[in-house]
């Protein structure tokens, strides 16, 4: 139940038009009210707080301290209302929506190119996909299913393997013409992963070299501002090859090392049993799980 000191929809529009046009009269304009129902607006938000909003001097509004306190956030609370209802738009009419969160990289390079494949098999699904590089809490989280690194999936949920994380090192053309051995790579500056920063301690350990010194070079936060500082010649990068395999074979990277890692935590595709009962996320699941991983090699 609303608080009778929560202000309503029209007396917040009529509030943030006030403040920035100065007048009640330019507010209706902009409302498409009349002068009467904004001043209305006005007082009622005035009094509904306790608080004087606006300086009025003559047909001038300026704000008070408590009206520029009040701005931002009554802005910001519209605007998120315009954002929902055009999200909402955006399904079209669908009654299937699935509402994904991947890792960013993932779903830029390996999922969002195979989205077409899934649009021609469910065509009735619309796809909201946000991306995370945590872990989801199902209970409280809206979204139907997320795909993580297994350490990642939350426990209680469910989950399907994808792919497992195979590791290449990769580096531009103009930084290395072909495969080096460790050591070589060692004297390389090493683009660290900001989120696992120790990719490179256990390449080098699982190269029985001492790791001490390898923890130099830029840091970035996400895989895909790593494939990009690798093509910019920064240095040599650890990542996945299926993220990597389109640079691979357009000649925007090549491989650095003959060698290959297999990280401990594979993708997985993770949901909680609530979601079994949404038919987009079942029609999603079979394809990614039964289709497209087998028809992609991941599986």
Known sequence: MRRA???????????????????ATRA???LGLTQSAVSRSLATLEDRLGVRLFHRLRQRLTLSDAGRAL???AERILADLDTSALTVMSFGGHRDVLRLAVLPTFGAVWLIPRLAR????APGVTVDMSTTLEPLDFDRDPRDAAILRAPAALRGARSALLAQERLVVVAAPSLVSGPLDDPALARLPLLQQATRPDLWLDWFRDAGLDPVRILRGPRFEQFGMVLAAAQAGLGVALVPDMLVAPDLEAGRLRLASRRSMVSAAPYVLTWPARSEDVSAFRAFRDWIVTDEATDQGLT
């Open 5 to 23: 000191y929560t202000p309503t929809l029209p007396e917040l529009q009529a509030f943030v038009q006030a403040a920035r046009n100065g007048s």
């Open 28 to 30: 209706a304009l902009a």
């Open 71 to 73: 701005l931002p956030d």
């Open 118 to 121: 899934f649009a021609a098999r």
